[in-house]
């Protein structure tokens, strides 16, 4: 099975007026997302994702990447991913490069699945056939009280754990926290997210307030670029366990995170961090580091069924992201909907990745062959001076 072609496709959902949500980095209008499809001499396709700069993606798989793969056999996973890193380390060992190269990993992984025909996660070495998922929304609200009814929706769909945004200023988070957390009870599950906005102090102050509402985990209280402060708040968080990985790259970038032992979950996200093959490699790290695993997903269907197949492979996986800010790419790019039991999502018993797509929710959404990006926030990348507007410096 020979690589004939390799496309990408760059797809953009926006929200109408008014729908888009609030959260540190301003307001978000639309989303963006990268499709792979990696075409066959069998007629074989393999489908990946990639979250980062289209135009970069593009640019870099179909102007580098494409010439060096076509007629190579797709079955040689690993070796290709290592050829694709090699020809792009100068300029990419953390980020876009080893994204696009990871929406190429991912295609390959798919059609390794189909010429098995097994499922991805069988071949993984499957642990489980179902894997819990978390509801990420509850981003930023006029108002903290309009969180709980969004809560209750999350919970009424079939959710037993969710995340919600908090670092936006001390008043608010306090009352947020402490009204989401009575409203849903004291079973499901609650996530954190700072958005890395916290001065360390104004972390410490929560920490009482995080400890009472016994949440799962406190994701990135500060930017990557400060793991001392993550160190320096672990004592105040009384065996809350610390997560991150969404802005790390490949196993270079994971590796400051699990040697430094900077977190206790690690948060690897196969459109952006270099693929499944650098998953697993990320995987088996925090393995033997003895940290946990829970997938970050926020870009599109595909990727998110990656990362399933990933966390079923795993023992020491915990859960994966589920976006439900209403993206249409997650929610709708699938010919098949997501069958939620019991805060529980099936993994597909097709072969591979074992999803189809919705070939009108492509059209609709895709743009036109090689055209940038438009303007508009589209949540961690924003195009056009007058969408960059983020929030002021967090507040006591």
Known sequence: MRIRDIQTTTLRFAYAPGEGFHYAGGYCTARVSTLVRVLTDTDHVGLGSVYSHPDLVRTIIENQLRPLLIGEDAADVEALWERSYSVTRWYGRKGAAVSALGGIDMALWDLRGKAAGLPLYHLLGARRHTVPVYASALLWKRDAAALCE???RHLDRGFRAMKMRLGRHYDYDLAALRQVRETIGAAPRLMIEGNARYPLAQAQRLAPAFREANIFWLEEPFLPETPQLFDELRPHLAGIPLAAGENEFGRQGFAELIDG????IVQPDACRCGGITESLRIARHAAAQGLRVAPHTWSDA??????MHVLASLDHGLTVEMDQTGNS???NLLSTPWQLHDGELALPQL?????TLDEDTVERYSLPPGASIPEGNYSDMVFGPQFYAPAPPYEA
Not at 351 to 355: A, E, F, K, N
């Open 150 to 152: 969004e809560a209750g």
């Open 261 to 264: 032992r900077v977190v206790d």
């Open 302 to 307: 595909v990727a998110l069924t990656a990362n």
């Open 329 to 331: 790419l997650i929610e």
């Open 351 to 355: 072969p591979g990745l074992g999803i």
